[in-house]
């Protein structure tokens, strides 16, 4: 079972990126997921979840009206688009999946973990 994020990368202030998290090895789309970020000396934060099917997603305060979760469970793939860049957004994201089917709000009910992929917005 592995979770793959890609889409990180270094952009200005006020850009756009998306970022995906493809699974293998067994299907998630009876899984609820999320994202979660790490910033440098600081603890891992949530960031979105999403149901099993879309049908329902949470942001965390400072990323609403920006970011938007997003899943496609034919191609067993998670997206981030995110919008309006900010230099505090600068972190790893990782991408997380749970056993149930419903929304995760901490990293403690995620049974599934991706590597991470790098954002680093410049000002």
């Known amino acids: 079972v592995q979770l793959q994020a890609s889409g990180g990368g270094l952009v200005q202030a006020g850009n756009s990126l998306r970022l995906s998290c493809a699974a293998s090895?067994?299907?998630?789309?009876?899984?609820?997921m999320g994202w979660f970020r790490q910033a440098p000396g600081k603890a891992r934060e949530f960031v979105a979840t999403?149901?099993?099917?879309?049908?329902?997603?949470s942001y965390t305060d400072s990323v609403k009206g920006r970011f938007t979760i997003s899943r496609d469970n034919a191609k067993n793939t998670l997206y981030l688009q995110m919008n309006s860049l900010k230099p505090e957004d600068t972190a790893v994201y990782y991408c997380?999946?749970?056993?149930?089917?419903?929304?995760?709000?901490?990293?403690?009910?995620?049974?599934?973990w991706g590597q991470g992929t790098q954002v680093t917005v410049s000002s």
């Open positions: 090895g067994r299907t998630f789309s009876n899984n609820g």
């Open positions: 999403i149901n099993y099917n879309g049908g329902a997603t």
């Open positions: 997380a999946a749970q056993s149930n089917s419903g929304l995760g709000f901490t990293s403690t009910r995620y049974n599934y």
